[in-house]
C-alpha cells in the first residue's frame, strides 16, 4: 500500500513540474520574438540614419529597396542644397542639371547679399548688374540704418539726401526718447523743443516715482507743490495704516489728531 501512494506522490510531482516547465517554455517565445522584432526595427532604424552600426545584410528586400531610395534622395537634396556630403556621381544626368541650376542660383543669392563664398566670374552680364544694383540698395539701407557696413562715398547725391533725412530724424528719436546715441547739438529748434518736453516729462514720472535720477531742481513751482502734497498724502497713509515708510514729524496736527482718533477711539 505505501509503495502505491508512494508512486502516486512521485507522479503527481512529476506531471506538475513538466506543467511549470512548459508554462514556462510557452512564456519565454513570445519575449524571445519580441526581443527579436526590436533588434531588428532598431537596425531598420540605424540603416535609415546611416549609423556605422546598421547591418544590410539583415534587412528584408522591401526594406533594402526602401533604404536606397531614401539615401538617393538624401544625397539628392544634399548636392542641390550645397551642405552636408554630396556624391555627384551617384546623380542621374537630370539631377545632375538641376544641381548645377541650383549652384547657380546660389551663387547669384550670396554675391547679392554679399555672403558665402561668391563667384563672381560665374555671372552673367544681366546677373552681374543685378547684384550691383542689390548691394547699392543694401548700402543705402545700411546707411540710413545707421549700420556700421554704410559706405557713404558709395551714396549718390539723392541718397546721401535721403540718408542724410534719415539720419536727422533717427536722432531725433533718441533724444526724445532719452537714448544714449543722441547729440543735441543736431537738433532743429522744434526737435529740440520736443525733446526738452519728454525729458521734462521723464523727470516728472522719476520725482513721482522716488528715482534716484529725479532732478527736483528742473521742476516748476507748481509741479513741485503738487509732489509736496502727493507725498504728504502718502505718508499720512502710511502713518495711519502702519504699512510703508511713515515719518510722523511730517504730520500736520490735524494728520496726528486723526491718527490717534483712528488708533485710540473714544470710549461710549
Known sequence: MKKIVLASVLLASFMGWSILAFAQSSDLAPQSTAVAVANHQRNVSNCRNGYDSCDRSKLTGPEATALAVAEHQRNVSSCNDGIGSCDQSKLTQSEARGMAVADHQRNLAD??????????????????????VARRQRNVSDC??????????Q??????????????????QNCENGWDVCDHSTLTPSEARETAGAEHQRNIAACKDGQETCDYS???QWETSALASREQKRNYTACLKGYGYCDRSRLTDAEAAAIATEHNPTPR
Open 155 to 172: 551714396l549718390t547725391p539723392l541718397e546721401t539726401k535721403e540718408v542724410t533725412a534719415a539720419e536727422q530724424q533717427r536722432n531725433a
Open 144 to 153: 540710413k540704418d545707421g549700420a556700421a557696413a554704410c559706405n557713404h562715398s
Open 218 to 220: 528742473k521742476l516748476t
Open 111 to 132: 554675391c547679392k547679399d554679399a555672403v558665402g563664398n561668391c563667384d563672381q566670374a560665374k555671372l552673367s552680364p544681366s546677373e552681374a548688374e543685378e547684384v550691383n
